[in-house]
């Protein structure tokens, strides 16, 4: 289980008057800058996702249920380092819809595994902690009882990623991404994930497939276990890195939507990113291994 936004604003969907800048902003060498400084940052994500409806949940009234979307809110720091982030220590919680919810825990009842483990991922917030080359986990969907437990190994970012595909730290991705990208400009203001305005930003956006990021992202294949699903691949996504004037990202963003035969018909990622912050993410004592659960994460239906 890892880590649903609006996104018109940050994606400069909607046209907005920038300010003029006169010399380009480059990420690639201000990450470079940030790893080699083993520098932390504050993570605020949301992501929406439209996953198939409950037909028992469709058939009841609006009034009954309404038809607000369960909505993923991830939180956490990570750590920089040499070829990007070494360690992150992430919480997410899920606000399962009362109706839905109803149904998972007949379902759960009735001995379907995917709804009983959905119906822990809402009880709870759950940890995933990646540091040394290991990841740990700590919440009921991983396993019963209090503490952290282990998952084997992982790459330093594998608790960051999950539902927002792009790693901004990565230097493989950031110039495949600043390669293709159709916007390289002066950006509008933007919020971090402390919710301070940034007046001063630069704006990297473009388009390009799931298959193509498969290719230049290391971490993007890391998240997928190594495997995309042919037909995944051929999904076309908007993206978005915006940075301060620094070069520091500041907010990411993917929005994607399918046509039919697709489980998964879409899905937005935001990110929020915050600096200057100070991070201690240590091995923590775990009770044991974990279990991986079903989950709701983006990274399920790429696969």
């Known amino acids: 289980m890892r880590w649903r936004a609006t996104s018109a604003i940050v994606l400069g ?9 006169a010399a380009a902003v480059d990420v690639v060498a201000a990450v470079k800058r940030l790893q080699g400084q083993g520098a932390a940052v504050k993570v605020h994500q ?3 996702a439209a996953w198939p409806a409950d037909p028992r ?56 595994r995917r709804a009983a483990d959905q119906v822990k991922v809402a009880s709870a917030a759950h940890r995933a902690r990646t540091v040394g080359g290991r990841l740990y986990v700590s919440g009921p969907a991983y396993g019963s009882g209090a503490g952290w437990r282990t998952l084997g190994g992982a790459p330093g970012g594998a608790a960051l990623y999950g539902d927002q595909i792009i790693d901004p730290f990565d230097v493989g991705t950031l110039r495949f991404l600043v390669s293709t ?10 919020y971090d994930a402390d919710g301070r305005r940034v007046g001063k930003t630069w704006a990297y956006r473009g388009t390009t497939t799931f298959a193509a990021l498969f ?12 495997r995309l699903d042919p037909q995944a691949g051929k999904i076309s996504f908007m993206w978005g890195v915006h940075t301060d004037l620094t070069g520091r990202p500041i907010t990411v963003i993917t929005v994607w939507r399918t046509g039919e035969g697709h489980r998964l018909r879409g899905a937005t990622a935001a990110t929020r990113y915050s600096w200057g912050v100070k991070a201690s993410i240590p091995a923590p004592a775990t009770v044991g291994p974990g279990r991986d659960p079903y989950s709701d994460d983006l990274v399920d239906a790429y696969k």
């Not at 720091?77 to 825990?105: H, N, S, T, W, Y």
């Not at 990208?181 to 933007?190: D, E, H, Q, V």
């Open 181 to 190: 990208a159709t916007i390289n400009r002066a950006g509008s203001p933007l």
């Open 57 to 112: 949940v469709e058939a009841l009234p609006t009034r009954e249920c309404g038809r607000r979307a369960d909505a993923p809110v991830v939180t956490g720091v990570a750590r920089l380092g040499r070829g990007g982030v070494v360690a992150a220590d992430m919480k997410r919680q899920v606000i399962i819809q009362e109706c839905p919810l109803r149904f998972l825990k007949e379902d759960a009842a009735g001995g379907d």
């Open 46 to 48: 949301r992501t929406d």
């Open 13 to 21: 969907l909607t046209a907005l008057p920038v300010p003029a800048q």
């Open 215 to 226: 290719r230049a992202s290391k971490p993007f294949r890391d998240m997928l276990g190594g």
